[in-house]
């Protein structure tokens, strides 16, 4: 089929006609199907079930230094799961703390602590005129409502193939002394799948922010979380970079098994310098005693060491790549050629990011609702839940069955031609 | 034997000479004990062991409602958890919010977003060039801890025998539009065990705050932890008593199962009005996605319901009471008449809160110290960890077991008596 630019207003009218069939066909089936978040599928949780053997009523319930896991103590987490996180976040355990069960929840309180009492002793934020974070997009949307529930004012910045627009980081971080963060997810970026490029981490750890409370996010939420054996993303170590550039402090890293073991029912965890840590520690120890430490203990057990982890990993991988594989096959069958959307094809991570033609994504995600099928909100991958260009929907293949998953792509595409079609006839 | 203040020069120095031999003795043995913390002793912890095993791997892990607890929702927990926890708390499920392993968690969470976003749409308290806190005292260090971290100025209130003095309290929320909190332990108090009477209460829910903002921080941290089965305390319900005095969004009820379950992998949870609620709900959803469930529906599976966790409190009671009959039993037989002490004696929570002579607590702990054994820093007890008397002690029996309590409160014995005579020496 030909680009649906080069069709006449009768080609799209003989078009249209057809997919209205279509989309009543599909309007009748009254499915019910939820892409809209990066939720582990049933098949998932399924192979962390023996987790919650590994723990029992019987159990040695003592740390390797022999500390009681089911009392108060060990506010930094149990040292082996500080190593575990450590070798998962590949960084030093000295530089790791075990949080609760959300990284999301460590990063609103690193922002809300710095609103408050600024960072490492600098004023706080909510005491300066202006503060700014910037925002590679498409992004994630629960950073952005941190940023944006606090004021701080987001800037978008472009996301390349190979990270953000490092040019305009640097102008607005080593100029703009109200730049006070950057929202980063290096590594199979939510919602691209994209990894940052070593010269795109080194440039990071070579800024020289006007501000000195400015630091980076660095949400390293897809470390292990490969589709492919042989195609595995790396990325370099920002802590360690760096460090070696002389901003030893400008990086707070955070990971999570969320998507390892169970979402919400997993362990978080921030690295960052001894410095840094000095400082967060005041606050850390002054909000909680402890965090669930059997919990920690549980995960150890299970996964033994980072191997096993990796090796999880795996069982996971096999079986979210047959989804993820679904919505492309699909996507390619249907619309390549047609000059209507375009979209990134992950070697890992949770998300496939769709740009259908400017001004048609609203209404596409509006299309698919009527199917019963509900996607991610338009513009939920830009601060403020504004598309400039309402072009970008993120699609999260991880809930549903294969099966499903290609009946709902199929429901999508229809929706996007749809939407296409409407907007050409209209312009 | 008389008391030390009727001695004279030559008996006390009699005294000492026994008391400095008997420390000897005391110091050769080289202890190593720890009263500091409210901490569960083992055979408490071993009460908890059999709710390891209500959750395994083959558990259906859905809720009553068909949710998994696996995934990601439920942001306030899971219904039949927000009930039981209503059920401790003497409140109602819909004023309920489920939250992490730690109370003092969401206590801290609390202030740092009245901080910076006030309190249902007030100015921020960052804007504010004052904010002050009432404190009765002694009191929990931590709740001190978390005021002093944001520059709080902490006002010590008395606190009586049925609640804190309420004439002070009225006078400072009722004009002073400064005064923004007050922290208290309403049953079986942190450190000396006392519970507010019905009138106290009501005076609470009729309090005419010159702040709008002006919130009682209620933490319920013993709702259920009696020491004994016929002589148990009850309280008003807060909520209910602001409600029905006109003010109904006065009051943030904290609560957990730290003393219940497991200390930092129990389930913690806050209450307030509805009004509130909306208010937190927007500030919760950023923050986290969910807490725990998996940890929810482990309590939900091993307590059933309230009835169950009464029963295990029964089971908590039967452990902690010797514990805190050995530590009065010893103080009675070794200090009374001498007055140099007193203490009091709980009928619930986790503390005995000893009076030492006016100038001799910090002496005490320090001796204490030198033998071994680990009291909660002098002072701990008042803001600012100021105690204006250098008085007041908080013993945590719960810890050690009771042979070791009766050893323990032998050498605390000697060290009271020894640090009180050098004092009248001094004189």
Redesign the interface.
């Known amino acids: 089929m030909k680009p649906y630019m080069q069709m006449d207003r009768d080609e799209l009218l003989a078009q249209k006609a057809e997919l209205d069939e279509a989309f009543k066909t599909e309007e009748a089936k009254g499915l019910s199907l939820n892409m809209a978040?990066g939720?582990?599928g049933?098949s998932q949780?399924a192979l962390?079930?023996?987790?919650?053997?590994v723990?029992?009523?019987?159990?040695d319930?003592k740390t390797l230094l022999g500390n009681?896991?089911?009392?108060?103590?060990d506010w930094d987490g149990i040292g082996e799961c500080r190593q575990l996180m450590a070798d998962m976040m590949e960084v030093k355990k000295a530089n790791v703390v075990v949080c609760?069960?959300?990284s999301?929840?460590i990063m609103?309180?690193t922002v809300?602590?710095s609103?408050?009492?600024g960072v490492n002793g600098s004023t706080?934020w909510?005491?300066l005129e202006k503060v700014k974070f910037l925002c590679p997009v498409p992004g994630y949307d629960?950073h952005f409502?941190?940023t944006e529930?606090?004021g701080i004012e987001m800037v978008n910045i472009p996301l390349h193939e190979d990270g953000p627009d490092m040019d305009l980081v640097e102008q607005y971080v080593n100029n703009d002394e109200s730049v006070k963060g950057i929202w980063c997810v290096p590594k199979y970026s939510n919602p691209t799948g994209i990894s940052y490029s070593d010269e795109v981490v080194r440039r990071f750890a070579r800024l020289q922010p006007k501000a000195e409370d400015f630091r980076i996010f660095w949400d390293n939420a897809y470390a292990i979380h490969h589709l492919y054996e042989e195609e595995q993303h790396q990325i370099l170590n920002i802590l360690e970079e760096c460090e070696k550039a002389g901003n030893p402090n400008m990086v707070y890293m955070f990971a999570s098994t969320s998507k390892v073991s169970?979402?919400?029912?997993g362990i978080s965890a921030i690295a960052t310098s001894l410095e840094n840590m000095e400082f967060l520690k005041?606050?850390m120890t002054?909000?909680?005693?402890?965090?669930?430490?059997?919990?920690q203990l549980r995960h150890v057990r299970f996964f033994r060491n980072i191997d096993g982890m990796k090796e999880h990993m795996k069982k996971q991988a096999n079986l979210l790549r047959p989804k993820f594989e679904a919505v492309i096959r699909i996507l390619e069958e249907e619309l390549s050629g047609l000059g209507i959307g375009s979209w990134t094809e992950p070697k890992g991570g949770y998300f496939i990011s769709f740009d259908a033609m400017p001004g048609c994504a609203s209404a596409i995600v509006a299309k698919c609702e009527q199917l019963g099928l509900v996607l991610t909100g338009a513009g939920a991958t830009f601060p403020y839940g504004k598309d400039p260009q309402d072009s970008n929907i993120r699609i999260a293949p991880s809930f549903p069955t294969p099966e499903e998953m290609a009946e709902a792509t199929r429901m999508f595409v229809i929706c996007v031609k749809l939407a296409s079609i409407e907007k050409l006839l209209n312009a």
Chains 1, 2 share one sequence.
């Open positions: 978040r939720k582990p049933a949780l962390s079930m023996p987790m919650l053997d723990i029992n009523g019987h159990s319930m009681d896991t089911r009392n108060y103590g609760g069960n959300s999301l929840n609103y309180d809300i602590r609103m408050v009492k706080p909510c005491k629960r409502k941190i529930t606090f169970f979402p919400g029912s005041k606050f002054t909000q909680i005693i402890g965090h669930d430490k059997i919990n």
